[in-house]
């Protein structure tokens, strides 16, 4: 079984289909939240925002996170933020209403102002003039020519562009069949986890399609746990 892990086998999600049932969809939702807490997502992320944030501190770090999901990752940023004594302004998009939905709940939950809407990074360019473009856990649901769409389009809407994903391999396929049952009781995620695992790519070829989308320069590197972040900055 693990041998294939060799080679990436693009696993279908549960959570992409447009047909999830609401409810299912949002008991997935909160357990990818906790998968992100697992994983320090937003950790991961934090160091590089921080840097852009301190070197224009005059104004709020513009923000885009892609494919947010329920939000969770930048309001976490935004907690974040808030103890460093820096300002963000950020956005989140999806594809997914009933994800809009949830990211806007959550930010009014947390008293968090942040800006959540609908929109197909895949189908359509992203709104323009953001400091730092971020997506986490979403490159791997994407075929290797719309992942280059994304990340091309990342990087014409801001300076920076930061990804944070999942890299194929027998320990993260181990760790993400083992934190899906751990971390939520959502049969959804039990089957997208190991899927996430096989889907995913290695940090080298993360960094091919990032060479391909035109963000030359950009560095990959390993993060844990069994995570990458691609990280381009526009010359």
Same mark, same amino acid.
């Given at each position: 079984?693990?041998?294939?892990?060799?080679?990436?086998?693009?696993?279908?999600? @549960?959570?992409?289909?447009? +047909? !999830?049932? *609401?409810?299912?969809?949002?008991?997935? !939702?909160?357990?990818?939240? $906790?998968?992100?807490?697992?994983?320090?997502?937003?950790?991961?992320?934090?160091? =590089?925002?921080?840097?852009?944030?301190?070197?224009? /501190?005059?104004?709020? @770090?513009?923000?885009?996170?892609?494919?947010?999901?329920?939000?969770? &990752? *930048?309001?976490?940023?935004? +907690?974040?933020?808030?103890?460093?004594?820096?300002? @963000?302004?950020?956005?989140?998009?999806?594809? =997914?209403?009933?994800? #809009? =939905?949830?990211?806007?709940?959550?930010?009014?939950?947390?008293?968090?102002?942040?800006?959540?809407?609908?929109?197909?990074? #895949?189908?359509?360019? !992203?709104?323009?003039?953001?400091?730092?473009?971020?997506?986490?856990?979403?490159?791997?649901? !994407?075929?290797?020519?719309?992942?280059?769409?994304?990340?091309?389009?990342?990087?014409?809407?801001?300076?920076?562009?930061? #990804?944070?994903?999942? %890299? $194929?391999?027998? /320990?993260?396929?181990?760790? +993400?069949? &083992?934190?899906?049952?751990?971390?939520?009781?959502?049969? &959804?995620?039990?089957?997208?986890?190991?899927?996430?695992?096989?889907?995913?790519?290695? *940090? &080298? %070829?993360?960094?091919?399609?990032? %060479?391909?989308?035109?963000?030359?320069?950009?560095? +990959?590197?390993? $993060?844990?746990?069994?995570?990458?972040?691609?990280?381009?900055?526009?010359?």
């Amino acid at each position: 079984m693990f041998a294939s892990l060799a080679r990436r086998e693009r696993v279908p999600e @549960l959570m992409d289909d447009p +047909a !999830l049932d *609401p409810a299912a969809h949002r008991l997935a !939702l909160a357990g990818l939240a $906790r998968a992100n807490r697992f994983s320090r997502s937003a950790d991961i992320l934090w160091p =590089s925002i921080l840097a852009q944030a301190r070197q224009s /501190p005059s104004k709020p @770090l513009r923000i885009l996170d892609v494919a947010t999901g329920s939000g969770d &990752v *930048p309001l976490a940023l935004a +907690a974040r933020a808030k103890r460093a004594g820096v300002r @963000l302004d950020l956005h989140g998009c999806d594809v =997914s209403d009933t994800a #809009v =939905s949830a990211a806007r709940d959550a930010a009014a939950r947390a008293g968090v102002a942040a800006t959540f809407f609908r929109h197909d990074a #895949v189908a359509d360019p !992203l709104p323009a003039g953001f400091d730092v473009a971020t997506c986490s856990l979403f490159l791997h649901h !994407l075929s290797e020519p719309d992942a280059v769409t994304v990340l091309r389009r990342m990087g014409e809407a801001a300076r920076v562009v930061l #990804v944070n994903d999942m %890299e $194929r391999s027998v /320990p993260g396929f181990l760790l +993400a069949w &083992v934190a899906a049952r751990v971390l939520s009781r959502s049969p &959804v995620v039990h089957f997208d986890g190991p899927a996430s695992a096989r889907s995913a790519f290695t *940090p &080298v %070829e993360a960094l091919h399609l990032a %060479e391909a989308a035109g963000l030359h320069g950009a560095t +990959a590197r390993w $993060r844990f746990p069994c995570r990458y972040l691609v990280k381009w900055s526009r010359r």
